[in-house]
């Protein structure tokens, strides 16, 4: 039986798959796994029970990532469990940017006591018109999952699809449209496109990619959208490129004093994932990789231990060691297995940085002075016998 603390409401979508070997707790303490949303975690003692932390969601910086690695808690994400209502959101943006929807709604609300409204809009109506997005190029930064979608949404769309991404992965690459013609400098996305579209991670090398020099390559009357984090724009750059009529405008979803309300900005309040559907991708998504590690010891979308998958276990015995990423831990390992006369019949080793995981399929049972001396090596964080 394995014991589950929520510490944000987690849609039903997700708990529904716990099955009968879980019972919630509301006690912290007594979780083996918790789920989480955007609580904050880094000021909470981590109880030597829990193994495991879900985060319903991409972003982990409310969760202190390298505590829990070295109190062998192995902390998940649901990684593009919301990239389709991003990119609902992007399409939005490049509606509204294109005509001027939001100002001829305002003018429908302004004269709705009117009661020649249905002759006065034909005049009122040219100073809404705009352009189609049909036919028109769209860069796209990042062909990640929400990258992804987009550009293959666009090619559907009519658009002519520019991406860039030097560190496309395969999986996205075997995803993309055929009709997105990539290019290998993100030069070219900033001269040839009317739309471009940031869907990169924060990280030191992207933060304002989207400057003052990238925006004097632009075309005049791009429009710029910002659906993955405000700073990777410099945005002051942008609201003087707007009035300075060399951007037509600037839709992002992370309004700030600088952007709010400015001319030429359309702004929405971090929209992206807020859908029904997104939501429950990702406690569906969480539930699964949670269970799939307490259950079988495998571990899916990790941010804080490498990923690793020895699927179900048919030998007698499973162990999983978390551990530090040290020079002859596995020699170790085995030694310790060999002088207690047991086989090991499979076993993985992988690490990512400063941590490792060792998973190990065994022809007898473990006994409890194995288990001791494993977790008396150097680096050893936890021991888990899994089966
Ligand atoms: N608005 C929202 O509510 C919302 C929701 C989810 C994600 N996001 C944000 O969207 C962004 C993308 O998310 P994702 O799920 O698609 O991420 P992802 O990790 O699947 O994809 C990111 C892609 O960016 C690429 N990349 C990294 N550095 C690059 C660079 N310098 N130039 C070009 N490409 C580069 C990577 O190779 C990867 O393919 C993230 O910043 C994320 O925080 C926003």
Redesign the pocket.
Known sequence: MFTYNCLNPISNVGLDLFNTNYKATDDVNDADAILVRSAKMHDMELSDKLLAVARA???VNNIPLDKCAEQGVVVFNT??A??N??KE?VFAGMLLASRDIIGGNIWCDENKDDPEIAKSMEKAKKNFAGTEISGKKLGI????????LVANAAVHMGMEVYG??????VN?AWNLSRSVKHVTS?EDIYTNCDFIT??????D??KE?INRDAIEKMKKGVIILN???DL?VDEKAVVDAIAAGKVRKYVT??PNPTTAGAEGVIATP?????TEE?EDNCARMAVEELRDFLENGNIRHSVNYPDCDMGVCHTVSRVGVLHQNLKGTIARFTTITGDANINVSDMTNKSRGEYAYTLMDLDSEVPEEVVAKLAACEGVYRVRVIK
């Open positions: 969601g991409a972003g990684p593009g919301n990239a209502g991003v959101m930064i990042g062909l990640g999952a929400i990258g992804v860039y991404d030097p560190y496309i992965s996205a993100v940031v869907h990169v991670p924060l990280l090398s992207t990619m659906f993955a984090r990777l979803d992370f971090h929209l992206g994932a807020s997104a």
